[in-house]
């Protein structure tokens, strides 16, 4: 007898992609602002703007990837301590996924300056909206002004 197949109805299954895992951090000074950066051309979505930050790398943590990134982006150090977990976006991009715990700081020292090419802008709260970012950091964005 002849064994028939049949193919399930309906939208196929998603199509697998890699988790990346990714650290951001909001960045309030004394006057409440909130830093942003402006990812420079040549890089994947350039042009948006978005919360300082990088990748994880393996075995590190969130906090040790902050501490690494800011150092790096912006000349900024802080620690640990001065690094408060507040919310994550979990977002499905064409070719990965991504998963961003997003921190507060309002500790560090030395003063931020661009140094990968970004553009900085230190922005109200209420005003965060105005500066176009990648998907997965807009739904952040009203969470963080609503906190702030």
């Known amino acids: 007898m002849p064994v028939t197949y049949f193919r399930r109805a309906g ?15 909001a960045l309030v000074d004394s006057e409440g602002r909130v830093l942003l950066a402006r990812r420079p051309p040549g890089k994947p979505m350039a042009g948006l703007w978005e919360f300082p930050g990088g990748k994880i790398a393996p075995g590190e943590t969130p906090e040790a990837a902050l501490i690494r990134e800011l150092r790096e ?5 802080t620690r ?56 997965a950091d807009i739904p952040l ?7 702030l």
């Open 11 to 25: 939208p196929r299954p998603p199509v697998e992609r890699p988790i990346l895992l990714v650290a951001a951090c």
């Open 73 to 77: 982006e912006l000349g900024i150090e």
């Open 80 to 135: 640990e301590a001065c690094l408060s977990p507040l919310f994550f976006a979990s977002h499905g991009y064409e070719r990965f996924h991504l998963l961003m715990p997003l921190y507060v700081c309002r500790r560090w020292e030395g003063r931020a300056e661009a140094r990968e090419g970004q553009e900085l802008a230190w922005v109200r709260p209420a005003r965060m909206g105005d500066y176009p970012m990648p998907p």
């Open 141 to 147: 964005v009203a969470l963080l002004r609503d906190f």
